[in-house]
T-cell receptor, first 112, second 112 residues
Framework: QKEVEQNSGPLSVPEGAIASLNCTYSDRVSQSFFWYRQYSGKSPELIMS????GDKEDGRFTAQLNKASQYVSLLIRDSQPSDSATYLCAVNFNTNAGKSTFGDGTTLTVKP | DGGITQSPKYLFRKEGQNVTLSCEQN?????MYWYRQDPGQGLRLIYY???????QKGDIAEGYSVSREKKESFPLTVTSAQKNPTAFYLC???????????FGDGTRLSIL
C-alpha cells in the first residue's frame, strides 16, 4: 500500500464548476501537507500548504485537512481551463527527516 | 531573482557513459533533493541532502551518485550502472523540515 494515495483520475469538470481532489495518507504522525500543480512538461509549483486541521483558503483554492481521517483535499472553485494540470499531494511524515512523500497525482481537465 | 537553476535542459547519454546534471540554488536553502519522474508517474526520490557534506539515499538511488560540497550546489551523476536512465529529472530545495519544496525547471535525459 502506498503511503500517499490520490484519486487515480483523470478528472474532468466543466468550466465554472468546483473541482475536488482527494488525497489519503498512511497512519503515521504527519506534520505538513502540500498541494503542487504540474502542467504537462513542466516542473511542479506549490499551490497550498496546510499544517493544522480545518480549511485554508487562498483565492479560488481551498485545502482541507482532517488528520483523524488521514485525508487532505483540494477544492478549486470556478474552475478555469488554465487549471487543467496534474495535481500532486505531498506529505511530510514526522519520521522522514524533512522529506516529502508524493502521491502519483490526479490529472484535471477543465472543459470550456 | 532567487530560484533553482538546472542545466542542461536536455541531455543525451551514450551507452556506458556517465553524465552529470547540474543544480544550483540561490535561495539559501539548507535542504536539496533530486527526483526522477517517468511519463504519467509521480515523483520518486533519488537522493537528498539536508546539510553541506552530507546526503542520504532516497528510494531509487542505485545507479546514481551525488555530492554536496557547497550549500548552493547539488549535482547528480547518472552512472552507466543505471540501465534505464530515460526520464525527467527534477531538483528541488526547501528551507526547513516542514517547509514546501521549490523546484527547478528539470532536465530531460535520453539514451542515444
Amino acid at each position: 500500500q502506498k503511503e500517499v494515495e490520490q484519486n487515480s483520475g483523470p478528472l474532468s469538470v466543466p468550466e465554472g464548476a468546483i473541482a475536488s481532489l482527494n488525497c489519503t495518507y498512511s497512519d503515521r504522525v504527519s506534520q505538513s501537507f502540500f498541494w503542487y500543480r504540474q502542467y504537462s512538461g513542466k516542473s511542479p509549483e506549490l499551490i497550498m500548504s496546510i499544517y493544522s486541521n480545518g480549511d485554508k483558503e487562498d483565492g479560488r483554492f481551498t485545502a482541507q485537512l482532517n488528520k483523524a481521517s488521514q485525508y487532505v483535499s483540494l477544492l478549486i472553485r470556478d474552475s478555469q481551463p488554465s487549471d487543467s494540470a496534474t495535481y500532486l499531494c505531498a506529505v511530510n511524515f514526522n519520521t522522514n527527516a524533512g522529506k516529502s512523500t508524493f502521491g502519483d497525482g490526479t490529472t484535471l481537465t477543465v472543459k470550456p | 531573482d532567487g530560484g533553482i537553476t538546472q542545466s542542461p535542459k536536455y541531455l543525451f547519454r551514450k551507452e556506458g557513459q556517465n553524465v552529470t546534471l547540474s543544480c544550483e540554488q540561490n535561495l539559501n536553502h539548507d535542504a536539496m533533493y533530486w527526483y526522477r519522474q517517468d511519463p504519467g508517474q509521480g515523483l520518486r526520490l533519488i537522493y537528498y541532502s539536508q546539510i553541506v557534506n552530507d546526503f542520504q539515499k532516497g528510494d531509487i538511488a542505485e545507479g546514481y551518485s551525488v555530492s554536496r560540497e557547497k550549500k548552493e550546489s547539488f549535482p547528480l551523476t547518472v552512472t552507466s550502472a543505471q540501465k534505464n536512465p530515460t526520464a525527467f529529472y527534477l531538483c528541488a530545495s526547501s528551507p526547513g523540515q516542514n517547509q514546501p519544496q521549490h523546484f527547478g525547471d528539470g532536465t530531460r535525459l535520453s539514451i542515444l
